[in-house]
């Protein structure tokens, strides 16, 4: 079971950190990212980690703005956001596999991710 929160309203050029809390398996053997989805448009891949913390993957679109983290003691993934910008208002999942080859190019597709939590709201102001 995956558990998302953090998300609220904030305004442009601010941040937010989103937590995902992980349960019922043992979290250390998986990979987790999060996904998001803006209003009116299709889910679309954002950050993942593997289940060690070794390697993150960015989609472009936040990039240089966003930090995806993991403490396995605790079962909690974390995703740091900053400069935040209207368009990155969306609804923002956090998903899980069980640890696999850890190859960036088939990353963003959302059937890799047979876990997924329930989402959680993030709205930027301009």
């Known amino acids: 079971q995956l558990q998302a929160s953090g998300g609220g309203l904030v305004q442009a050029g601010g941040s937010l950190r989103l937590s995902c809390a992980f349960s019922g398996r043992p979290f250390s053997r998986y990979d987790v990212g999060w996904f998001r989805q803006a209003p009116g448009k299709e889910r679309e891949f954002a950050t993942a980690?593997?289940?060690?913390?070794?390697?993150?993957y960015y989609a472009d679109s936040i990039k240089g703005r966003s930090t995806i983290s993991r403490d396995n003691a605790e079962n909690t993934m974390y995703l740091q956001m900053n400069s935040l910008k209207p368009e990155d208002t969306a609804v923002y999942y956090c998903?899980?596999?069980?640890?696999?080859?850890?190859?960036?190019?088939?990353?963003?597709?959302?059937?890799?991710?047979?876990?997924w939590g329930q989402g959680t709201l993030v709205t930027v102001s301009s």
């Open positions: 980690i593997s289940w060690s913390g070794g390697s993150t």
């Open positions: 998903a899980a596999r069980p640890l696999a080859r850890w190859d960036p190019s088939y990353m963003a597709e959302q059937r890799q991710w047979p876990y």
